[in-house]
């Protein structure tokens, strides 16, 4: 696989540092961050830590821009000399800046990809959309590879990606607050915190696997489950009484309405 720069070492970056690492150690990657202290345990002979964003350029062929969305296009602008057409090719991560904004900085054809993964690259179980231009250097299969050692890869047009980065990245806060309330409402019907997340965590990866072993919908997993005036289903009603399913669709659709502005 080409050399992979990853411009940008905070959160999403530092995962699919620590993603590329697990499941690719033999690839050479070169990482940014202001303060590189935090990457120091990262570096080895096969990955680079720097604050010298223009050496990961001059030394990758894959650059992952994992920059926050108002320092992308400036970004971009400042280091457009050192971006060669004829070597790199662009992957960005950042939410709302399109693929025809890039290229119209770069001002050369160039290819580029916006990739859209979320935290959980940090142990391979990320899912990751991504949307291309034409790329002239065809490494499309070497984008892939990079975020399906991340977990797994959906190819989308680029006018949902908006919708990939609500549903996929800012999904894993929405679970994860599902999660809390779960544990909170296990230690008030008995359990301690530790158990009560151990066993909503298991609950959560079981559901989960469901769903992506039997191809089926919630809802047929969910009628397994329910049975005639059974604790479950009067459970579920209360929920959604009080506005479950419509406060988890609001909060979705909000977040687009976010980015869209």
Same mark, same amino acid.
């Given at each position: &696989?080409?050399?992979?720069?990853?411009?940008?070492?905070?959160?999403?970056?530092?995962?699919?540092?620590?993603?590329?690492?697990?499941?690719?150690?033999?690839?050479?990657?070169?990482?940014?961050?202001?303060?590189?202290?935090?990457?120091?345990?990262?570096?080895?002979?096969?990955?680079?830590?720097?604050?010298?964003?223009?050496?990961?350029?001059?030394?990758?062929?894959?650059?992952?821009?994992?920059?926050?969305?108002?320092?992308?296009?400036?970004?971009?602008?400042?280091?457009?000399?050192?971006?060669?057409?004829?070597?790199?090719?662009?992957?960005?991560?950042?939410?709302?800046?399109?693929?025809?904004?890039?290229?119209?900085?770069?001002?050369?054809?160039?290819?580029?990809?916006?990739? &859209?993964?979320?935290?959980?690259?940090?142990?391979?179980?990320?899912?990751?959309?991504?949307?291309?231009?034409?790329?002239?250097?065809?490494?499309?299969?070497?984008?892939?590879?990079?975020?399906?050692?991340?977990?797994?890869?959906?190819?989308?047009?680029?006018?949902? &990606?908006?919708?990939?980065?609500?549903?996929?990245?800012?999904?894993?806060?929405?679970?994860?607050?599902?999660?809390?309330? &779960?544990?909170?409402?296990?230690?008030?019907?008995?359990?301690?915190?530790?158990?009560?997340?151990?066993?909503?965590?298991?609950?959560?990866?079981?559901?989960?696997?469901?769903?992506?072993?039997?191809?089926?919908?919630?809802?047929?997993?969910?009628?397994?489950?329910?049975?005639?005036?059974?604790?479950?289903?009067?459970?579920?009603?209360?929920?959604?009484?009080?506005?479950?399913?419509?406060?988890?669709?609001?909060?979705?659709?909000?977040?687009?309405?976010?980015?869209?502005?």
């Amino acid at each position: &696989m080409e050399s992979i720069g990853i411009i940008g070492c905070g959160n999403l970056g530092l995962s699919i540092l620590k993603g590329i690492q697990q499941k690719s150690p033999d690839v050479q990657v070169y990482a940014s961050k202001r303060n590189i202290e935090s990457l120091q345990e990262y570096a080895n002979e096969k990955t680079t830590v720097t604050n010298d964003n223009a050496a990961v350029i001059q030394n990758s062929e894959i650059l992952i821009l994992s920059l926050k969305p108002y320092t992308l296009l400036p970004f971009l602008e400042e280091h457009a000399h050192h971006i060669d057409p004829r070597k790199h090719t662009l992957v960005s991560c950042a939410t709302g800046i399109t693929l025809d904004e890039i290229t119209q900085v770069i001002n050369q054809r160039i290819g580029v990809y916006r990739a &859209m993964p979320n935290t959980a690259s940090a142990v391979n179980e990320s899912v990751t959309a991504i949307s291309s231009n034409q790329d002239p250097l065809s490494r499309s299969n070497s984008v892939s590879e990079i975020f399906e050692s991340l977990g797994t890869v959906v190819q989308i047009d680029e006018n949902l &990606m908006e919708s990939a980065t609500i549903l996929g990245a800012c999904g894993i806060a929405y679970v994860l607050r599902f999660m809390r309330a &779960m544990i909170q409402g296990g230690i008030e019907v008995g359990f301690d915190a530790q158990t009560a997340t151990e066993i909503v965590s298991q609950t959560m990866k079981g559901a989960a696997e469901l769903i992506i072993e039997n191809k089926t919908h919630p809802e047929e997993e969910i009628d397994k489950v329910t049975t005639p005036k059974g604790c479950t289903i009067v459970g579920l009603n209360e929920m959604e009484h009080a506005g479950f399913s419509s406060a988890l669709i609001k909060g979705i659709v909000t977040s687009f309405n976010k980015i869209e502005r």
